[in-house]
């Protein structure tokens, strides 16, 4: 994959001293190490951050740097490709966001092989690559949300219904259980995540915290799973039959078939995915005036400005109020003066 030292081996200072850091080291890490760059500290990193950063690598970082030594690597020279890059059949060009990671991913490699005494300098410092976003995502409104639900076949409707009114992600929806699920308090506990079906932790540890769960939206949940042919507390809350249980749907493939076309029913030409929901679950709480912690605690980001974390302190009963806030103004198709959060 990634290789630093044609002869392979354990890193030694030695290298630097002789001058050798120059022979033929490609960016990177030798082939024991790769699965850690690739992870960034697997310890510290999602599956899903894991997935994006070996994506990242094996479509734009190695195809054009995976020869070059590492003390040939130029600043400049990593800027000008990153403003060069674009997706081959569209020529559409990469977002900031897009570009800035794989700037950052680039830049972890370079920590790693300072660490480890294979080169003594990360040019990737001096590389500017802003991450602000050239446009803002699309949003849905409330009649946008309650006209797709009315085209979607079960289980992708209560899937999105529980997306729309929790702003879970794509992950810790299809992770949950039954035994995750709190009818009797309406809660929603928040334990494990699923990406490309390997099972692993949230995102972060805020990801954790417990999520309220409206008792419309309960209802919904609860006559799923008496359709479901897998009720038990240890089943899947969307398990595939086609898994026999085993495993729960594949997200995407019931985006594309089921989705796709109901958000042509429904007349809306938004780029919509997962996320969408999510995102219009925050836009959607600050839009309706909830407090900015309450908000963040209802998405579960780890950090919101240091001042609103200092000065302000969400409980239950506010988190609850503010959810059931939002669920009675997509259901009742209110208008709102919507503003990216």
């Known amino acids: ?53 070996e994506g990242y690598l094996k479509k734009w970082i190695l195809p054009r740097w995976r020869a070059c030594r590492l003390t040939d690597v130029k600043a400049t020279e990593v800027e000008k490709w990153l403003k060069s890059l674009c997706f081959p059949k569209t020529g559409v060009p990469l977002a900031r966001g897009s570009r800035a ?8 490699i370079y920590s790693h092989a300072i660490r480890w005494e294979w080169t003594e300098k990360n040019p990737i410092t001096s590389v500017r690559q802003s991450s602000k976003r050239q446009k803002a995502p699309d949003v849905l409104t409330p009649e946008e949300i309650m006209a797709f639900l009315k085209e979607l076949p079960d289980p992708l409707r209560t899937m999105i219904e529980l997306d729309a009114f929790t702003g879970l992600r794509r992950g810790e929806l299809i992770g949950l259980r039954w035994q995750d699920v709190d009818f009797e308090n309406l809660i929603l506990h928040i334990r494990r995540s699923v990406v490309a079906m390997v099972e692993g932790a949230p995102k972060t540890e805020a990801s954790l915290k417990d999520v309220p769960l409206d008792a419309q939206t309960a209802e919904s949940l609860w006559a799923w799973r008496h359709l479901s042919p897998y009720a038990s507390p240890s089943d899947w809350v969307f398990a595939s039959p086609h898994m026999k249980g085993r495993q729960p749907y594949w997200p995407g493939t019931l985006w594309r078939y089921y989705g796709k076309p109901a958000l042509q029913r ?9 996320h969408t929901f999510r995102h219009t679950f925050g836009t959607l709480l600050n839009a309706n005036g909830e407090n900015p912690k309450v908000v963040q605690e209802l998405l ?39 503003k990216p959060a």
């Open 266 to 274: 429904a007349k809306i030409t938004k780029q919509v995915s997962y």
């Open 300 to 338: 579960r980001h780890a950090s919101l400005k240091v001042t609103t974390d200092v000065y302000m302190q969400a409980v239950g009963p506010q988190k609850r109020e503010a959810q059931s806030n939002l669920v009675k103004l997509v259901r009742r198709g209110a208008v709102l003066e919507i």
């Open 1 to 53: 994959m990634l290789r630093l030292d044609g002869r392979g081996g354990r890193p030694r200072s030695s290298l630097l001293a002789s001058g050798h850091a120059r022979y033929p080291i490609a960016i990177g890490i030798p082939h024991e190490a790769a699965g850690k760059i690739s992870q960034v500290d697997e310890d510290r990193k999602s599956y899903s951050t894991q997935v994006t950063y």
């Open 101 to 108: 990671k794989i700037r950052n991913i680039m830049s972890a």
